[in-house]
């Protein structure tokens, strides 16, 4: 049985002991460099709050960024728009405007008749002017494919003489299109100068081959022929034709044809005897 002491001090205080009782710290304090399962796993979520915060924070960014590129874009491709609302606002009232420019063409800038055949295109359904040498000539409409056409029109008769057409489009409320291409028709009637100077009339051609090369002189720009064989004519109008040539007699039919149109003929009789 325990007993209990009470001894009467000095200073009249009672000493109460007890018998002496091991108690268990509940807990017990850490060294600073110790390591235990629950500081590594608040180490690990530490770490993946920081990922979660650097991740979130990106998008958050991205997303700021992405939405103000697009902002900016629509600013831009709208900038007239927008503009509109700050610059003075103007009414338009019964504004016209005229048909677009038409397109006029020819077959040919040289001819050696009197008249011209005229083509061209234009806003369908529109009145076509003509004119020649600054002044009116005649009218017509365009048809529905945009075509037009004026037929035997009379230009200037006289030699190397260079007649202007050009045409303009009208509308029913009197707008004028601008001024076409301009075309320049120069009238030439007369024939191309022409000579040949190999070979020559009723030469006799001796040789293994039929082949022959015709030689002469004509107008430059001309085309050249020689018994319907094509023909090369230089910057000078010297030209070169080869041809074949047959048994005994041969008439050689040179033409020369201007851009005009004009022909000039020259016939060279030639004999042709194979060489044994």
Do not use: C, H
Not at 164 to 171: A, I, L, Q, T
């Amino acid at each position: 049985m325990q007993s209990y002491n009470f001894n009467r001090t000095k200073n009249k205080k009672f000493n109460f002991s007890l018998p002496s009782l091991t108690l268990r710290k509940k807990y017990k304090r850490r060294p600073l460099n110790s390591r235990s399962k629950y500081t590594s796993s608040n180490s690990a979520d530490r770490d993946s709050l920081y990922i979660k915060i650097i991740v979130r924070s990106f998008i958050y960014y991205v997303v700021i960024a992405l939405a103000s590129f697009f902002v900016f874009m629509g600013i831009f491709a709208n900038i007239n728009n927008l503009w509109g609302f700050f610059r003075p606002q103007v009414t338009y009232e019964d504004k016209q405007f005229g048909p677009s420019k038409p397109y006029l063409s020819t077959q040919t800038e040289f001819t050696k008749e009197n008249t011209v055949n005229l083509s061209g295109t234009a806003e369908s359904g529109k009145k076509v002017v003509l004119y020649r040498g600054g002044g009116y000539a005649e009218e017509t409409i365009s048809d529905t494919g945009n075509k037009f056409e004026f037929v035997n029109v009379p230009i200037t008769a006289e030699d190397s003489v260079v007649t202007k057409f050009y045409v303009e489009v009208e509308d029913g409320k009197g707008n004028k299109s601008p001024q076409s291409n301009s075309l320049l028709i120069t009238y030439d009637d007369k024939k191309p100068s022409l000579s040949v100077s190999d070979p020559t009339p009723d030469q006799r051609v001796k040789d293994f081959s039929r082949t022959y090369l015709v030689k002469g002189k004509t107008e430059v720009g001309a085309k050249i022929t020689a018994d319907e064989k094509l023909g090369r004519v230089d910057s000078s109008g010297n030209f070169t034709v080869t041809i074949a040539l047959k048994d005994e007699v041969n008439v050689l039919k040179v033409v020369s044809t201007d851009k005009a149109g004009n022909e000039s003929l020259v016939e060279v009789p030639v004999y042709y005897e194979k060489q044994q």
